[in-house]
């Protein structure tokens, strides 16, 4: 029991879990300036330094008692293991500093906010050498957060399942990931997107894995029906403990349209500086065109406004509806609770999982907002706890088997598996098979595993879910297709050398490993051919 417990007299009757999943895609740039090093550099400021941030004032508050399950995937590890990067990352907020001096007339509030995070960021950057990993590290071994891994370059598991071994080496790839650079063994995974088929409990145990997130119907729609529906977790057949998502704790905090990222005093994600500045202005700071830069300075105004029609963001006004927000929501999660537990014969749990860059990269608030949750909780009778917190409590989870599901638009592979983008599909299958061939005829020489080693890296880099979403959206699917399509001509080119025992072109080898030379660790072996499993089907008959 915390202390703010007992200090206002309210017993939590059950416990919220907090979930967030941070990931980004694998990138490597000789040169400064990529669309993806964007991406991750504004991922930094707005969200993963905010999040240590609020994480590690609340762990030093007593009458606090934060925690929070976090995935880090293993693709994002290696982003922030990335010394060449790390030391990118200061220049680029210098430029944003200087960018935000051209910021309108009227909109000196929102400017000095920004200012105010950018130099933060900076500080927070060199205090810790451009390191974050011993941070969630030390939040760890406090029990503050629960890390958990992902597939290791967030492969949709479901569409790779026609080659277990390609789904085996995501795992083991990621498992090794995570301990080298974490310094522990997960326990939990993030499974990308959610997503879940039937016999993946077994390969995820047998890789060491514990327990993992669903959405709601990969558990309502199990057999049996789970007697608790989405508020206990439940075991597997194969030994895997299974949690899924409430809705009702996840939509408030997740909905711009029917929840609290659409109000009005909110700061707006889509306008931004980047858009208004002078082409010759981007130029002369070293970018080619007009992009977001993070430079944010509207608030979101109204539903119906256009980006035009918004109004300069009001940092004061935003702080006020943070309280109430988070008071509304606790207050929420109390009487959910409180109901729960009078027709439960366990401690109820509200599992609300959501992608981590939501709190401050597409909701700026997102971190403040969790800061007021930490505080408030005890006080509106609103335990927190993590999903290994939950197991170590040593309940019995009744046997269920999970149904086929994903938390991607239509509940189940649709989003990932369409006319835009099910063309990559049999690639990864043709490419996997290969590998699996390859590598079950035996390794051979030193300079062999050293080419097969790199082949299972551009396989890895291929199969990530993030270029099928994109060609599904409709945005940046260039980028997306020239990625899937360099890491697959890298793959069968060193596929081809290895087999035919012919050179590769001088200096080709060490470029592609400068470039994709992420998970050091990486074994071919884990592309050997499996035992054909016992359909699951025979083994219910």
């Given at each position: 029991m915390a202390a703010g417990d007992l200090a206002s007299g309210t017993l939590p009757s059950g416990d919220l879990a907090l979930v967030l999943h941070a990931h980004l895609p694998y990138v490597h740039s000789s040169?400064?300036?990529?669309?993806?090093?964007?991406?991750?550099?504004?991922?930094?400021?707005?969200?993963?330094?905010p999040l240590l941030d609020v994480l590690e004032a609340a762990a030093a508050d007593p009458s606090q008692r934060p925690r929070l399950s976090m995935g880090l995937s293993p693709t994002l590890l290696s982003l922030l293991s990335?010394?060449?990067?790390?030391?990118?990352?200061?220049?680029?907020?210098k430029v944003r500093q200087s960018l935000l001096q051209q910021a309108p007339k009227g909109y000196e509030a929102a400017a000095a906010d920004l200012a105010q995070q950018l130099g933060g960021a900076l500080k927070a950057w060199q205090r810790c050498e451009g390191n974050l990993l011993p941070r969630f590290q030390a939040l760890q071994q406090?029990?503050?957060?629960d890390l958990l891994t992902c597939a290791a370059t967030h492969g949709y598991l479901p569409l790779l399942r026609d080659c277990p071994e390609a789904?085996?080496?995501q795992l083991l790839t990621a498992v090794r990931e995570h301990e080298r650079l974490l310094g522990v063994r997960p326990q939990g995974i993030w499974l990308p997107e959610c997503a879940y088929y039937e016999g993946l409990d077994r390969q995820l145990v047998a890789c060491g894995l514990r327990y993992a997130i669903l959405d709601a119907h990969g558990l309502l729609h199990g057999q049996p029906r789970p007697r608790y529906g989405v508020y206990a977790p439940i075991c597997s057949p194969g030994g895997m403990a299974f949690f899924a998502r409430d809705s009702e704790a996840t939509l408030p905090v997740w909905s711009a349209r029917d929840g609290y990222p659409g109000d009005a005093r909110y700061r707006e994600f889509?306008?931004?500086?980047?858009?208004?500045?002078?082409?010759?202005?981007?130029?002369?700071?070293?970018?080619?065109?007009?992009?977001?830069?993070?430079?944010?300075?509207?608030?979101?105004?109204?539903?119906?406004?256009?980006?035009?029609e918004k109004q300069p963001y009001d940092p004061a006004a935003a702080s006020e509806a943070i309280h109430r927000d988070v008071l509304h929501y606790l207050q929420g999660r109390a009487q959910q609770l409180e109901e729960l537990s009078g027709s439960m014969q366990r401690r109820p749990l509200l599992v609300a999982p959501f992608d981590a860059e939501l709190f401050?990269?597409?909701?700026?608030?997102?971190?403040?907002?969790?800061?007021?949750?930490?505080?408030?909780?005890?006080?509106?009778?609103?335990g927190l706890a993590t999903l290994r917190d939950t197991l170590s409590r040593g309940d019995a989870l009744q046997l269920c088997q999970p149904s086929p599901s994903s938390w991607g638009q239509g509940g189940y592979h649709t989003y990932w598996l369409n006319d835009s983008n099910s063309w990559v599909i049999p690639e990864w299958n043709r490419a996997s098979r290969a590998m699996v061939e390859r590598v079950s005829r035996g390794v051979g020489s030193e300079q062999d595993r050293t080419l097969l080693n790199q082949a299972g890296r551009e396989l890895l880099l291929a199969q990530?879910?993030?270029?099928?979403?994109?060609?599904?959206?409709?945005?940046?699917?260039?980028?997306?297709?020239?990625?899937?399509h360099r890491h697959l001509e890298r793959f069968w080119t060193l596929l081809e050398a290895i087999n035919q025992q012919e050179p590769l072109p001088a200096d080709w080898l060490?470029?592609?490993?400068?470039?994709?030379?992420?998970?050091?660790?990486?074994?071919?072996?884990?592309?050997?051919?499996?035992?054909?499993?016992?359909?699951?089907?025979?083994?219910?008959?």
């Amino acid at each position: 029991m915390a202390a703010g417990d007992l200090a206002s007299g309210t017993l939590p009757s059950g416990d919220l879990a907090l979930v967030l999943h941070a990931h980004l895609p694998y990138v490597h740039s000789s040169a400064p300036g990529s669309l993806e090093e964007d991406w991750y550099f504004q991922a930094l400021l707005e969200c993963y330094l905010p999040l240590l941030d609020v994480l590690e004032a609340a762990a030093a508050d007593p009458s606090q008692r934060p925690r929070l399950s976090m995935g880090l995937s293993p693709t994002l590890l290696s982003l922030l293991s990335n010394a060449e990067l790390s030391r990118r990352f200061i220049p680029w907020l210098k430029v944003r500093q200087s960018l935000l001096q051209q910021a309108p007339k009227g909109y000196e509030a929102a400017a000095a906010d920004l200012a105010q995070q950018l130099g933060g960021a900076l500080k927070a950057w060199q205090r810790c050498e451009g390191n974050l990993l011993p941070r969630f590290q030390a939040l760890q071994q406090r029990g503050v957060l629960d890390l958990l891994t992902c597939a290791a370059t967030h492969g949709y598991l479901p569409l790779l399942r026609d080659c277990p071994e390609a789904v085996r080496a995501q795992l083991l790839t990621a498992v090794r990931e995570h301990e080298r650079l974490l310094g522990v063994r997960p326990q939990g995974i993030w499974l990308p997107e959610c997503a879940y088929y039937e016999g993946l409990d077994r390969q995820l145990v047998a890789c060491g894995l514990r327990y993992a997130i669903l959405d709601a119907h990969g558990l309502l729609h199990g057999q049996p029906r789970p007697r608790y529906g989405v508020y206990a977790p439940i075991c597997s057949p194969g030994g895997m403990a299974f949690f899924a998502r409430d809705s009702e704790a996840t939509l408030p905090v997740w909905s711009a349209r029917d929840g609290y990222p659409g109000d009005a005093r909110y700061r707006e994600f889509h306008r931004d500086l980047g858009w208004d500045l002078p082409a010759a202005e981007l130029e002369r700071k070293g970018i080619g065109c007009a992009r977001p830069l993070g430079l944010k300075l509207h608030r979101v105004s109204g539903r119906q406004s256009s980006l035009e029609e918004k109004q300069p963001y009001d940092p004061a006004a935003a702080s006020e509806a943070i309280h109430r927000d988070v008071l509304h929501y606790l207050q929420g999660r109390a009487q959910q609770l409180e109901e729960l537990s009078g027709s439960m014969q366990r401690r109820p749990l509200l599992v609300a999982p959501f992608d981590a860059e939501l709190f401050g990269h597409w909701w700026y608030e997102g971190p403040q907002f969790l800061a007021e949750l930490f505080r408030q909780a005890p006080q509106q009778g609103v335990g927190l706890a993590t999903l290994r917190d939950t197991l170590s409590r040593g309940d019995a989870l009744q046997l269920c088997q999970p149904s086929p599901s994903s938390w991607g638009q239509g509940g189940y592979h649709t989003y990932w598996l369409n006319d835009s983008n099910s063309w990559v599909i049999p690639e990864w299958n043709r490419a996997s098979r290969a590998m699996v061939e390859r590598v079950s005829r035996g390794v051979g020489s030193e300079q062999d595993r050293t080419l097969l080693n790199q082949a299972g890296r551009e396989l890895l880099l291929a199969q990530s879910s993030d270029w099928s979403f994109i060609l599904r959206a409709g945005t940046t699917t260039e980028l997306a297709k020239e990625r899937i399509h360099r890491h697959l001509e890298r793959f069968w080119t060193l596929l081809e050398a290895i087999n035919q025992q012919e050179p590769l072109p001088a200096d080709w080898l060490e470029e592609v490993q400068r470039e994709d030379g992420l998970f050091p660790r990486i074994n071919a072996a884990d592309w050997a051919r499996m035992p054909a499993a016992i359909p699951a089907s025979s083994s219910q008959r």
